[in-house]
């Protein structure tokens, strides 16, 4: 904002050797041949900056395929190739594109987002939208043995979305909307526990409830490996790859697990294509993105990342306490668990939505054996040893203001461990936390600059610098304030 109201810098072609490029500050009216851009330089200018911002999948698979269509004004349209794009980037990406217009182009500019009719499609989903087979009768039998092997819990309405997983919520809906023509595969990626699997079964769910004759199969990746073993040894091949080949939709969980032996991956390989050429819907899911799997194979991690590769991150504070008031509800036990302990336990589990089910089934067996009803004070008891193994867990509801409790409690927030905070990884997941906290620190403890960078595994002061300023550019999205202030509303509570 700052920019648009006093000027422009503008670098100039003469540079000079000694002191790298020289910058002249111009008036704001100067000159508006640079104002006066195409649509398409626009765009260009504003995707660029996005570049740098937005996770490099983020930008690939949303703002890549867009073009610029039109410019009207102030109002600049964006053609995306499909409507699930379109209103994916206008809910979450248009305000943030436009906020770099004043820097970036020198004026405000509105941003919509349309289906670009004439570039429908990525290549990708331009290729393999063949019908699916619809010969019902015979799929019957089969689509029964397979449906054994989903969890009836497992379904849409059962999955809680939140920030960390909407992006992934999203990409499973629209998969499951048109089966094999929009994001194939669907490789779903994140820590044990997160929903991976359950959002898998939800998509089956979804596709089958609309078109029951059709064939699945979900299938563990070690048991697709033991498969082909055995049917290498008993010379059944062909079969094993009829069962597989001939599905309308093939989940494999956890291909992470994907033995390095060749045999497995030449036969994984082939499956994949006979489906994906048939355009079959393909969900995979892993423990982390395609390009990270020890000993897959080129062509594999490629073809992997030809649809959409979603993540799915741990649940913040907000999404554990829903995540539990809806497992709650779906168990009837809202009489039985109050809402104080449900807080309770949403602050002290984080790890994972299925240690969060975890403290739920252990507090309510703890209190039926103890003969007493669901408190905190039992919480504490029956979960004594999670909240002692969490090391980050500096018990909030007793610990003094310091470095150590604005750190639990910022780690606690974003559903993050202490150690990743002070870790050099520099994953989005982990930086936002970790600016938060150095600003915290500083705003409320007031500690020296190298002294923050001391506590976060040793970083330089001109790394804490930068993060608070960061932190005063996140401050302008609405959510984030809203999740620092709370944040800085219950530190301060805390006696120093
Ligand atoms: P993963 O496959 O990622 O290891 P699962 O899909 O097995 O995780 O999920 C673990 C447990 O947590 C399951 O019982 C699942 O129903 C539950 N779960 C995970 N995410 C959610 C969510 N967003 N909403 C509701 N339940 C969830
Ligand atoms: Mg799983």
Known sequence: ??????????????????????????????????????????????????????????????????????????????????????????????????????????????????????????????????????????????????????????????????????????????????????????????????????????????????????????????????????????????????????????????????????????????????????????????????????GLEARLVSRFQWGMVADIEPPDLEHRIAILQNKAHLDHLELTIPDDVIQFIAHHVWSSVRELEGSIIRLLAYASLKHMPVSIELAREALRDKLKSGSDDADLTTARLSVATIQAATAQEWGVTIDGLCSKSRTKHLTIPRQTAMYLIRELLGLQLVEIGAAFGGRDHSTVIHSLEKVLELTESPDYKRRIDSLRENLRQLPR
Request: aromatic share 10%; net charge neutral; with cysteine.
């Open 1 to 294: 904002m700052r920019d648009q109201q006093v000027c422009r810098w503008v670098e100039i072609a003469g540079v000079d050797i000694q002191t790298g490029p020289v910058y002249f500050r111009v008036p704001p009216t100067f000159p508006h041949r640079i104002m006066a851009l195409t649509a398409t330089e626009i765009w260009t200018r504003l995707l660029d900056r996005a570049r740098g911002e937005l996770p490099a999948q983020t930008f690939k698979t949303w703002l890549e395929p867009t073009t610029a269509l039109l410019l009207d004004g102030d109002t600049i349209t964006i053609g995306a190739p499909d409507r699930f794009t379109a209103e994916w980037n206008e809910s979450k990406h248009a305000q943030l594109l436009a906020s770099y217009a004043p820097v970036a182009l020198g004026h405000p500019i509105n941003i919509v987002f349309r289906v670009d009719e004439e570039r429908r499609g990525r290549p990708q989903m331009d290729l393999f939208v063949a019908p699916l087979p619809d010969s019902k009768d015979t799929k019957a039998a089969a689509t029964h043995a397979s449906n054994i092997q989903l969890s009836a819990r497992y379904t849409f309405q059962n999955f809680v979305i939140g920030k960390s997983n909407e992006l992934a919520a999203a990409a499973a809906q629209a998969a499951a909307a048109a089966p094999g023509k929009v994001y194939n595969p669907l490789f779903l990626y994140g820590q044990t526990g997160l929903g991976k699997t359950h959002l898998m079964q939800a998509i089956a769910h979804e596709i089958l409830s609309k078109s029951p004759g059709l064939r699945l199969c979900f299938v563990a990746t070690e048991q697709f490996t033991n498969e082909l073993v055995t049917a290498i040894q008993t010379r059944t091949t062909a079969a094993f790859r009829r069962r597989y080949r001939e599905v309308d939709l093939l989940l494999v969980d956890d291909v992470h697990f994907l033995k390095r032996t060749e045999a497995t991956q030449e036969e994984f390989f082939h499956t994949f294509n006979a489906l994906y050429e048939a355009g079959r819907q393909i969900v995979l899911t892993s423990d982390r993105p395609p390009g990270e799997i020890p």
